[in-house]
């Protein structure tokens, strides 16, 4: 499978990292082109995927429900980060210098990217049942939180619907709510 990449940073050294030892660009594009079947874009923003696009080609001109439900997008995710993530230098939590550019892709720096996602600390789940406490239900609404707490959350935390949903449920659990 090809793949075109584009780095939209401005300024290569503002970096998200994963692990001690790699970063990515804190905004950059991957495409996929795969043989017979329409193109794949996945743009990503402050490390996290963001963005999905299809593209029809010569060879496949119309995208098709079956192009969306037979993407493998968490392999793709985990191919953009081997072949965006760059070994960086750190200190006191900073980058401090970009060692070289990535000529292969990376599994230790796909492995730290996922090692880092999903984690919610205490700390996040107080601040959400907090948000949830602060924007009540109406009468009408059903669930645990309301519409605008999950909005809140959402934007506070940068995160998308189901895992605001997530986050809420697990403070449940946890006892916060």
């Known amino acids: 499978m090809k793949t075109a990449a ?13 692990g001690d030892n790699y970063g990515l660009p804190m905004e950059f594009n991957i495409t996929f082109m795969r043989e017979g079947e329409a193109d794949v874009r996945l743009d ?9 696009t299809f593209q029809a080609t010569e060879a496949h001109p119309e995208v098709l429900a079956g192009d969306t439900r037979n993407l493998p997008l968490l392999r793709f995710r ?3 980060v081997k072949r965006m993530a760059t070994p960086v230098r750190m200190k006191d939590g900073e980058v401090v210098m970009i060692l070289e550019a990535n000529v292969g892709g990376y599994d230790e720096a796909r492995r730290a990217y996922n090692r880092g996602r999903g ?13 949830v406490r602060e924007f009540p239900k109406s009468p009408n609404e059903r669930g645990i939180a309301s519409a605008r707490a999950y909005q809140a959350i959402r934007d506070e935390f940068g995160v998308l619907d189901r895992a605001a949903q997530l986050w809420v449920k697990r403070a449940r ?5």
């Open 44 to 52: 990503f923003e402050a490390g996290r995927l963001t963005r999905v």
């Open 173 to 177: 659990d946890r006892g916060l709510l």
């Open 6 to 18: 584009a780095v939209t940073s401005a300024d290569t050294m503002i970096m998200d990292t994963y």
């Open 119 to 131: 984690r919610v600390t205490v700390e996040a789940l107080s601040r959400v049942a907090e948000l």
């Open 78 to 80: 985990d191919e953009a």
